[in-house]
């Protein structure tokens, strides 16, 4: 250790400084800029005599005027590449005559043309100033690093220390700093990376593949131990961010080289799965929620987990589509739904009963349409339906409806399997619910006969609504499992149901509109509700406390030009259990004014309560009329919309008198 130290000796023990005293006249002519000294000057450290450079705080005052004026072009010398950053040897020195060879060399390099012309160029636009002070302000970054190799078991072998300087970019390229022409140095800097042929972004864009590659490997080498800890880590975050941010930092490790990569299909799906579930543990507001899902760190995750997506598992697939659900919302991940689609088509006969429930409901929720991943669903449902729970039951039915897919080889199967109305019971208490009450598997098999018991399964009131409300609008009423369902539901009559709570008040919307639906479209069905509790039904469903309409701008802009038909219009108004955008009573005609809430946003299909609001109202005798913000957002100006508006009415607008309306309104619209 001691031979070790010693050999540092030298530069650790300095000589006194000694200081050849001249007069400040007798100084041979320094270079100076921006008031730091350039040349080199020695010092009296005998061998070890340091050298001063440009950064070294040593100024002088005393300069000759013409000196000085020489230096004024230094800067363009130095964009040229033909004086260096460092000024390390005399003028002299520097002014050496090159040979003609050399010359033609360096006439013929692309670098120092591009050079000359962006010089030229800059002179012209006057921006001589802003590229000085950037060719000044030049800074090469040198990094070292010191990597120790210690053998183990060679303890008599001395400890080696390799130093390394590492530039951060080429020479060519410098690092910006903030100046007071931010705008000018900005232009310089597209104008080089123009002039250069776009040398730096395709550097750039090399980078970018192999940081992709290196996260996109999925099928190669991994190491176990990695990818448990990464895990582990994942699912011990408290936090949303806190999920992210080890997220973020095992990116970053793979990006500088960490290999294998520990984000395993796994790793990545549980991530995204517990930043969800971690954002309803605090019932995050929506709007933080899409702040969330615009980080960029997430942003990254999202992208990696699509590329992942063909080797996940069913679970993973099921984990992730839920997670975007919750995170996006309809809002949000179009493109991305679409890869969930395509992948789980092909995984769709390793779903359990579960990852079928899931991934129903995220799209549901979405609003975003997958016929042909419905279809297969449907199909696998009606495979697996003894495995099902209530609550997964209840939420698949409830997808299906709310995207208008057809579900019928599932309904079908449901109708073989639960004949009884004994077969389904409900409670008031969610919370009571058991394991084997909960799902619909074989509870008990007879040892005697070998004779399987019919499964069984236990509901809460919620879950009965929206079954009852999914049957209603795929319109199959007439089905075995809804009638035995909806007896089930009335024998809760005499539980209590005030107007006080979200929670009943919604569950009695429902019950209420099918009761309503059952009467109308089905009345040879005796099971509609008794008229004492159709009534309670009807005064909660009805109260204002959690129904409070909101009147969009889309209908406001509607609504102006329908005073222009010249026609008695009668807004909001109100058949049975819906309330309709504006009427003509005498008629029956019906407006409705559909805005993007009521259509799928992926495909612009009808969702399936729009679907149940025009079949109820046609039911009920009313000629029903449908302005699409589609169609709407396509007409320029207000002439062409009233124009829409009398094609869609014309078969309901009298001749003579309603034709001088509409044409007094195109005067008050100012239409032409």
Wanted: glycine share 6%; net charge neutral; proline share 3%.
């Amino acid at each position: 250790m001691e031979a070790f130290s010693n050999a540092f000796c030298i530069q650790r023990c300095l000589k006194p400084t000694i200081i050849n005293h001249k007069p400040i006249s007798n100084l041979p002519p320094w270079k100076v800029n921006g008031g730091f000294l350039v040349q080199k000057m020695e010092f009296g450290y005998g061998r070890n005599s340091r050298k001063l450079g440009r950064n070294d705080d040593f100024s002088v005052n005393n300069v000759n005027g013409k000196q000085r004026e020489s230096q004024v072009e230094d800067w363009e010398l130095e964009f040229l590449g033909e004086l260096g950053p460092v000024v390390m040897e005399d003028k002299k020195e520097a002014k050496q005559e090159q040979s003609r060879l050399l010359k033609d060399t360096d006439s013929m390099d692309w670098c120092v043309r591009a050079r000359k012309v962006a010089l030229r160029s800059i002179e012209a636009r006057g921006m001589t100033q802003a590229a000085k002070d950037l060719v000044s302000l030049r800074k090469m970054k040198k990094k070292k690093k010191k990597k120790k190799l210690i053998r183990k078991g060679m303890t008599e072998k001395k400890e080696k220390v390799v130093e390394e300087e590492l530039d951060s970019d080429s020479e060519d390229e410098f690092e910006l700093e903030d100046l007071n022409h931010h705008d000018d140095t900005s232009h310089l800097r597209r104008t080089v990376s123009m002039l250069g042929g776009g040398m730096f972004e395709e550097k750039k864009q090399k980078t970018m593949e192999v940081f992709v590659q290196r996260l996109s490997q999925f099928d190669g080498p991994s190491d176990r131990k990695k990818e448990v800890n990464l895990n582990r880590a994942i699912v011990e975050a408290q936090t949303a961010q806190d999920v992210l941010e080890v997220v973020a930092e095992t990116v970053m490790a793979v990006g500088k080289g960490l290999s294998p990569s520990p984000l395993s299909p796994l790793n990545i799906a549980t991530a995204l799965h517990r930043i969800a579930k971690n954002m309803e543990k605090v019932s995050m507001v929506r709007t933080h929620r899409l702040a969330f899902a615009r980080q960029r760190e997430m942003c990254m995750l999202v992208g990696i987990a699509m590329t992942a997506l063909a080797e996940c598992s069913a679970q993973g697939v099921s984990n992730i589509a839920w997670a975007l659900s919750k995170v996006g919302g309809e809002l949000l991940y179009l493109t991305e739904m679409d890869r969930v689609a395509e992948v789980a088509l092909t995984k769709v006969g390793e779903f359990n009963s579960q990852n079928v429930a899931n991934i129903a409901g995220a799209f549901a929720s979405m609003q975003h349409s997958a016929p042909d991943l419905f279809s297969e669903l449907s199909k696998r449902a009606s495979d697996i339906v003894h495995t099902f729970r209530a609550q997964e039951l209840a939420q698949l039915l409830w997808a299906f409806a709310s995207l208008n897919e057809s579900a019928s080889p599932l309904l079908e199967t449901l109708d073989i399997v639960f004949k009884h109305e004994d077969q389904l019971r409900c409670t008031s208490n969610s919370s009571s619910l058991g394991e084997d009450e909960d799902r619909g598997f074989v509870t008990s098999v007879d040892p005697y006969s070998a004779i399987v018991n019919p499964p069984v399964l236990t509901f809460n009131r919620n879950q009965l609504g929206n079954i009852a409300w999914s049957y209603t609008v795929l319109g199959q009423m007439d089905r075995t499992f809804f009638v035995n369902m909806w007896r089930t539901l009335c024998h809760f009559e005499e539980q209590k149901i005030s107007d006080q709570y979200r929670e009943d008040v919604m569950f009695a919307s429902q019950v209420f509109l099918v009761n309503q639906c059952l009467k109308l479209e089905y009345p040879q069905f005796p099971i509609s509700l008794r008229s004492d509790v159709e009534e309670k039904i009807a005064c909660a469903g009805k109260t204002r406390r959690f129904n409070e309409t909101v009147t969009s701008s889309f209908q406001r802009e509607v609504a102006r030009l329908l005073i222009s038909t010249g026609l008695d219009w009668n807004r909001e108004y109100v058949v049975d259990a819906y309330t309709l955008d504006a009427v003509l009573v005498g008629p029956k005609v019906a407006l409705e004014i559909d805005g993007p809430t009521h259509f799928s946003r992926n495909s612009g299909v009808p969702l399936g309560h729009t679907m149940l609001k025009r079949r109820y109202i046609a039911a009920a005798g009313w000629k029903l009329v449908s302005v699409s913000h589609q169609e709407w957002e396509e007409l320029q100006g207000s002439s062409q919309q009233l124009e829409y508006l009398r094609d869609l009415l014309k078969d309901y607008i009298a001749g003579g008198t309603t034709s001088n309306s509409v044409e007094e309104g195109k005067a008050e619209c100012g239409c032409s």
